[in-house]
């Protein structure tokens, strides 16, 4: 007996297809070196549909024009290294400019001393926020967040970035009709371990984060 896909998956689907199908022929010309250029461009500080790019990939190495193991290493290390040059650009320019728009020394300090000790979180859910995503970096630099402490932060933000993005439009793709039915019959259960280990994680990256001297 042959199984059919519902509706449902078959329109997930399609939407997540056409939300990219614009794209897609940039990536099958220049592959993963598109994919690491928009998202570093944007990591940077440059407007660029990152997200969009990313989705499509994985899409694409659904069918096997790319893989997914490098889509993943790809994403990360183009987040990484963009926030990384964001942030080198505002240590080096930004707080010139910041002290024209946030005039008084002392509330440049009071500042600085939130983003060193809440940046991680800051950086994290900034990764899913237009206008934040791309300048995050900036102004970490800018207000000359500790090196070690932007490293780990970027390190994490860019890994929850770039894997949810990559492999969840993937599995979908893959595994559309049991993902939905298991979304279905246990959407509790899943809320409740996914919220469980993005906790657990972000914990255990505050405390490191904490820990490191400013």
Not at 51 to 62: D, E, G, K, N
Not at 110 to 137: D, P, S
Request: with cysteine; proline share 4%; hydrophobic share 50%.
């Amino acid at each position: 007996m042959e199984l059919t896909m519902p509706e449902s998956t078959h329109a997930l689907i399609n939407a997540l297809h056409q939300s990219v199908v614009h794209i897609e022929p940039f990536i099958q010309h220049y592959g993963y070196l598109a994919l690491f250029v928009i998202i570093f461009v944007e990591g940077s500080g440059i407007p660029s549909p990152g997200q969009t790019i990313l989705i499509a990939s994985a899409i694409m190495a659904y069918h096997g024009d790319l893989r997914i193991g490098w889509v993943l290493f790809v994403s990360f290390t183009a987040t990484f290294l963009g926030n990384c040059t964001g942030y080198t650009i505002g240590r080096s320019v930004g707080k010139h400019w910041l002290k024209r728009l946030l005039p008084g020394e002392e509330r440049l300090i009071k500042i600085e001393r939130r983003l060193n000790r809440w940046g991680l979180l800051l950086l994290v859910a900034g990764r899913y926020m237009e206008g934040l995503k791309q300048t995050l970096g900036l102004i970490s630099g800018a207000l000359h967040m500790a090196p070690a402490r932007f490293v780990l932060a970027n390190a994490t933000a860019s890994l929850c970035w770039a894997v949810p993005l990559a492999l969840i439009p993937y599995w979908i793709n893959r595994y559309g009709h049991q993902f939905l039915l298991f979304s279905r019959e246990y959407r509790l259960m899943a809320y409740l371990l996914v919220a469980g280990i993005i906790c657990s994680a972000i914990g255990v990256g505050v405390l490191r984060y904490r820990k490191l001297k400013p």
